[in-house]
């Protein structure tokens, strides 16, 4: 089967302003990954020049972190037209992955430890809150088992077992979640707030977590239902995607696994 | 008091420089941090008091990328001149490093005996520093993205230095960067006088801004900046159309200036530590002759012979730091004197802990320049990984070779490095000192 006349566009979130922690591997991995299958892709930048029928032309959605004052810069151009726009693809099912400043904004609002209160655009049901200029950053590697339940049964379909995710977090803000669903179950660090032990919203096909490092690249499985979902959505067929050798990245899972002293089964994690 | 305050500062000048000699004697390392952590326990103000008696002043050399390799150019520059200069010279710039460095050169009386200290200072702690002692001069290299689990960002960083420098003295003179949009604003708003470093030479312009970039944003009114050439990372050729906001005026011509070692951000180091020594009086003479027998400070571009082969190690420890060290080899491995490359990332707290970085660099262009590219350090999978996802399919590019053990990863990269071509090594810092180590056999930390 050749997936050539098959194409897929990757929504790039404001990439000069938000993608202070190398979240621009997000992409990469999901646009390496469909190439190497064959699959067209073109990575389409919504930014400040962005109109809002680019919003519309995209499958796939990518949002990085931000520093405080280009996130500022975001929210002041993500308004009106462009906001219903893109709160319009995320209703209706097209997947996405948005890591650190992303979900802030993507919930109700996000309050800094200095300033005025950042109004997002209240998509996921949940709040952020920086807890103060003195209170210590979350940073640190970052493991959480998925627990959103039809993403995990669809990935624990593809894995064959309980998908477990490897990140590094370095966040000011913490998330409380209101009705939305978490994402995960924190193992090792502080998912969304160190305190309720949950990390990340999911809500439709959208994927909200405080995990960079990036996220995809060494959580194929993540990057590859991205992928599945997005061509299912678009071309509503069903789709299963050839294997790619993951050996290096199942290496660099195992060697921080070791190192932090956790088990990758994560039976033994819930014991 | 003043008594008091005299005799401890002996009592801490003694116990530091006593540390110091047992600590090289014991063969223990450089002895760069603990002598002036202990001391300052004695006095709390030895810093300021040590500071003060620096004949013609202190010299602090702040910046992202380039504290190191400038200072030593600019110490070379004054001693040449037969100027005496106390400079932190392994490195360690946070408060106890520095004092360690001007304990070296006090006597038990608690004198001085210097005419300029030249202090890398670390870019977090200038504020600080800047409350015990007041520069002659601080110089501003550049303002890139580094270590965000510890330092956060470029515009906080910026603002913090502009509320401490402010208020200072008129007499301190700022040296900035007028090509880092960052710094040629920040200059352009201290009262102070302020001297401009930087290119005005279209030849050496990008051909495009790469994505490791932290500030195209106007940093007075938020447009985007409109460049007309971009030189390195975010510095350049530029000017708001919203605010009017432009690049400062230089003050040195850059293309009277040869540059020291390879790469365009030696040749922003040289300018800047000319128009140093140019403000303090320096003769041309001296100025011109230290650029041209210029030795590298160790892992800067520094060049070694080992089994008759040539490597040269280049620290590449951010995003900004490695796309330069690329595009350096890169143009070696075009003009086809060098085609392996040994890249070691690890993640201690002097590298930084988060590893994302990597994702920011473009290492597609060094693959796609072909060869060898050899990985090892503790997060030597994450760089392998990195590497992968830079293969545009997976036959083409380079061949990737993975050594977990440091030392087998140099053997195999000397393998296969051939006979009269250079071995290419870019760590980050931790893994700088370590591959240092293995080649040279000593510690220098």
């Known amino acids: 089967m050749s997936n050539n006349n098959r194409e897929l566009t990757i929504g790039w979130l404001y990439p000069t ?52 004052r280009q996130q500022e810069i975001v929210m002041r151009d993500l308004r009106g037209a462009k906001a219903s726009a893109l709160r319009e693809i995320i209703e209706a099912g097209t997947p996405g992955v948005f890591t650190c400043g992303a979900p802030q904004l993507l919930g109700h609002y996000y309050e800094p430890a200095i300033g005025q209160r950042i109004e997002g655009l209240g998509l996921f049901d949940f709040v952020s809150k920086h807890p103060g200029i003195d209170a210590r950053r979350c940073i640190g590697n970052v493991v959480f088992e998925i627990t959103a339940s039809r993403l995990a049964k669809e990935l624990e379909a593809m894995l064959g077992k ?92 195992s060697a921080m696994f070791k190192r932090l002293g956790v088990s990758e089964s994560v039976a033994a994690a819930r014991g | 008091m003043q008594l008091v305050n005299g005799l401890r500062l002996s009592l801490a000048v003694s116990a530091g420089r006593t540390i110091t000699s047992l600590v090289r004697l014991l063969g223990l390392g450089a002895a760069s941090v603990l002598p002036g952590e202990i001391a300052s326990r004695i006095q709390p103000q030895i810093l300021q008091m040590l500071c003060r008696q620096v004949k013609h002043g202190v010299i602090f050399i702040v910046g992202t990328n380039g504290k190191t390799t400038t200072s030593l150019l600019l110490r070379t520059m004054l001693e040449r001149q037969g100027l005496r200069v106390v400079h932190n010279a392994t490195g360690a710039n946070l408060v106890n490093g520095l004092i360690t460095a001007l304990l070296d050169n006090t006597n038990l ?22 409350h015990s002692c007041q520069p002659r001069i601080i110089l501003c290299l550049n303002l890139f993205r580094d270590q965000l689990d510890r330092y956060g960002e470029v515009d906080t960083i910026s603002q913090r230095w502009q509320k401490a420098i402010s208020p200072m003295s008129p007499e301190t003179v700022v040296i900035a960067n007028a090509d880092d949009p960052t710094l040629s604003h920040l200059g352009q708003k201290l009262p102070q006088r302020v001297l401009f470093f930087g290119l005005n030479e279209p030849k050496y312009y990008l051909d495009e801004i790469p994505h490791a970039v932290d500030s195209i944003y106007c940093p007075s009114c938020g447009h985007s900046l409109d460049y007309e050439g971009v030189y390195l990372s975010h510095q350049g050729d530029f000017n708001c159309p919203k605010c009017g906001f432009t690049k400062s005026k230089l003050s040195i011509d850059s293309r009277e200036w040869p540059q020291i070692l390879i790469g365009l951000y030696n040749k922003y180091n040289t300018l800047a530590a000319v128009l140093v020594a140019q403000e303090i009086g320096i003769d041309d003479n001296n100025i011109r002759d230290s650029i041209k027998n210029f030795q590298a400070a160790f892992g800067r571009a520094e060049e070694l012979e080992i089994a008759g082969k040539r490597v040269r190690i280049l620290l590449s420890k951010n995003p900004v730091g490695m796309n330069e060290t690329i595009r350096t080899v890169n143009e070696i491995k075009v003009g086809g004197s060098s085609s392996t490359t040994l890249m070691v990332l690890n993640d201690r707290t002097p590298d930084g802990t988060d590893v994302s970085w990597i994702w920011d660099v473009d290492t597609e262009k060094l693959v796609a320049s072909g060869g060898t590219i050899v990985v090892s350090g503790d997060r030597v999978y994450d760089m392998a990984l990195r590497l992968r996802y830079s293969q545009k399919d997976e036959k083409n590019g380079c061949k990737l070779m993975i050594e977990e053990d440091l030392k087998d990863a140099i053997a195999t990269a000397l393998e296969h490095t051939p006979d009269g071509e250079t071995l290419h090594i870019l760590p980050t810092y931790s893994a700088m000192l370590e591959v240092r180590e293995l080649l040279t056999g000593r510690k220098i930390l």
């Open chain 1, 17 to 68: 302003l938000m993608s202070t922690y190398g979240d621009r591997g997000n992409v990469i991995c999901l646009q390496q990954r469909a190439q190497w299958r064959g699959y067209n892709v073109e990575v389409l930048p919504l930014d400040l020049q962005s109109t809002v029928a680019d919003f519309h032309k995209v499958d796939l959605l990518v949002g990085g972190g931000a520093q405080d």
């Open chain 1, 162 to 253: 309980p998908p477990v995710v490897i990140g590094f977090e370095n966040h000011g803000g913490r998330t409380y979640l209101g009705k939305v669903e978490a994402l995960g179950k924190a193992i090792a660090g502080y998912g969304n707030n160190g305190e309720d032990g949950m990390e990340g919203a999911f809500y439709r096909n959208a994927i909200a977590t405080y995990s960079h490092g990036p996220v995809l690249p060494k959580n194929p499985f993540l990057a590859d239902w991205l992928i599945q979902t997005a061509l299912a959505e678009k071309y509503q067929i069903s789709v299963s995607l050839s294997p790619l050798d993951d050996t290096l990245a199942m290496q660099a899972r």
């Open chain 2, 109 to 130: 009386a608690g004198q001085v005996a210097a005419d300029y200290a030249i202090l890398e200072v670390d870019e977090n702690i200038l504020p600080l520093v800047l």
